[in-house]
């Protein structure tokens, strides 16, 4: 069952500028992860945030978790042409450690 | 390098045919899934195992079984009983439970 809904579904920004996308949650979960997948290809894990942290942060990567509200957005600062993929979030409920993912966010990086 | 490895990228088969679909990693994780991805949704798991010799179902294994005779390798067979094969199959691995997952790059299975 997917459990986890990002927003919007698709995003087309001019390289440079940041692209932010949510993702909201049903259950409480352990963890919540994001990942990246260019087309046609598989998925590659970027970052993993922990219920009990509220941020994080890899590269241009900013991750923020809210639990009281079940969501999650990812911040890509500074994009660029390769940032173009589409990107899921997946959570784990904590009676269930298997992984749930939403639909994705489709982001397009314009030159 | 290590990873996963898919084979093969494109399948095609006609209906009514079994087909299996290959998955290796050597990454030395001992749990292994397998997920379906239809256009412009999210993926959706098939079955996993966790060890060597078991397996369990996921949210929709119908039409589908698996075996995990080697820690490297977890097969999946697409069945004749699979009433809407044709997808993009992503196999992934990790270390356990509540761990990131690596992906191999997907098999693109097309039944007509």
């Known amino acids: 069952s997917q459990q986890g809904e990002e927003d919007p579904q698709a995003l087309s920004i001019q390289e440079g500028e940041n692209a932010t996308m949510n993702c909201s949650y049903k259950t409480s979960i352990n963890n919540l992860q994001w990942y990246r997948q260019n087309s046609g290809r598989g998925l590659v894990h970027l970052i993993l945030?922990?219920?009990?942290?509220r941020e994080k942060h890899s590269g241009r990567l900013r991750v923020t978790l809210d639990t009281s509200k079940k969501s999650s957005s990812l911040l890509i600062t500074a994009s660029r042409a390769a940032d173009t993929a589409s990107y899921f979030c997946a959570t784990d409920a904590n009676n269930d450690y298997k992984l749930s993912f939403g639909a994705g966010t489709t982001v397009t990086v314009r030159a | 390098d290590g990873g996963i490895t898919q084979s093969p990228k494109y399948l095609f088969r006609k209906e009514g045919q079994n087909v299996t679909l290959s998955c290796e990693q050597n990454?030395?994780?001992?749990?292994m899934y397998w997920y379906r991805q239809d256009p412009g949704q999210g993926l959706r798991l098939i079955y996993y195992s966790q060890i060597v010799n078991d397996f369990q179902k996921g949210d929709i294994a119908e039409g589908y079984s698996v075996s995990r005779e080697k820690k490297e390798s977890f097969p999946l067979t697409v069945t004749s009983a699979q009433k809407n094969p044709t997808a993009f199959y992503l196999c992934?691995?990790?270390?356990?439970?509540?761990?990131?997952?690596?992906f191999g790059n997907g098999t693109r299975l097309t039944v007509t």
């Open positions: 990454l030395n994780h001992d749990a």
């Open positions: 945030i922990r219920s009990n942290e």
């Open positions: 992934a691995s990790g270390r356990g439970e509540r761990s990131p997952l690596h």
